[in-house]
T-cell receptor
Framework: DAKTTQPPSMDCAEGRAANLPCNHS???????VYWYRQIHSQGPQYIIH???NNETNEMASLIITEDRKSSTLILPHATLRDTAVYYC???????????????FGSGTQLTVLP | DTGVSQNPRHKITKRGQNVTFRCDPI?????LYWYRQTLGQGPEFLTY????????KSRLLSDRFSAERPKGSFSTLEIQRTEQGDSAMYLC?????????????FGSGTRLTVV
């Protein structure tokens, strides 16, 4: 799985958009970009994933550059409850029988300020 | 869908004692993973079950660690002769396997403190 690079920390004002970058310059053609977040004292929570098209769900939007070497997770209207560590993970499709566990880096600590 | 349940939430034990944690995955999920997370770090993979079979173990899983998943439902993680370095959050995750894109559901973890 390709390695990812994220800034260690970011701040965002409550109500504003939070844009979290991730670099994955060695991503291969069949690898997906996943985002999870971990709120203090809880387990990681799935947010969104994408291959090459931009994706949006009820939690966030994922923008993947055309060359797929980087992506941005966008929380459109950040709230205090969005304060968490956000993990960007790149991983290929799993095949039946293989573990293909998620490999977490250190993530980005997002602090939403009142 | 009641999510992934882990018990206990917290455990304090004396060095040298044995501890056991339990994970109840989402009922229809056939894959179950154990991770360990130390302060300031992302979760690290320990082991993986597909149904009742333990198919992969990381090098982090020393001989003092053992995991089971009898009948392919709940799983237990036991640590024998605990050491202070075992202090960490132990996370369980489950997923529905079969290939393709996979979403993992994590429990809230068991925080172990070895004193």
């Amino acid at each position: 799985d390709a390695k990812t690079t994220q800034p260690p920390s970011m701040d965002c004002a409550e109500g504003r958009a939070a844009n979290l970058p991730c670099n994955h310059s060695t991503i291969s053609g069949n690898e997906y970009v996943y985002w999870y977040r971990q709120i203090h004292s809880q387990g990681p929570q799935y947010i969104i994933h994408g291959l090459k098209n931009n994706e949006t769900n009820e939690m966030a939007s994922l923008i993947i550059t055309e060359d797929r070497k980087s992506s941005t997770l966008i929380l459109p209207h950040a709230t205090l409850r969005d304060t968490a560590v956000y993990y960007c993970i790149v991983r290929g499709l799993i095949s039946s029988g293989s573990a293909r566990q998620l490999t977490f880096g250190s993530g980005t600590q997002l602090t939403v300020l009142p | 869908d009641t999510g992934v349940s882990q018990n206990p939430r917290h455990k304090i034990t004396k060095r040298g004692q044995n501890v056991t944690f339990r994970c109840d995955p989402i009922s229809e999920h056939n894959r179950l993973y154990w991770y360990r997370q130390t302060l300031g770090q992302g979760p690290e993979f320990l082991t993986y079950f597909q149904n009742e079979a333990q198919l992969e173990k990381s090098r982090l899983l020393s001989d003092r660690f053992s995991a089971e998943r009898p009948k392919g439902s709940f799983s237990t993680l036991e640590i024998q002769r605990t050491e202070q370095g075992d202090s960490a959050m132990y996370l369980c995750a489950s997923s529905l396997g079969g290939g393709g894109v996979t979403r993992y559901t994590f429990g809230s973890g068991t925080r172990l403190t070895v004193v």
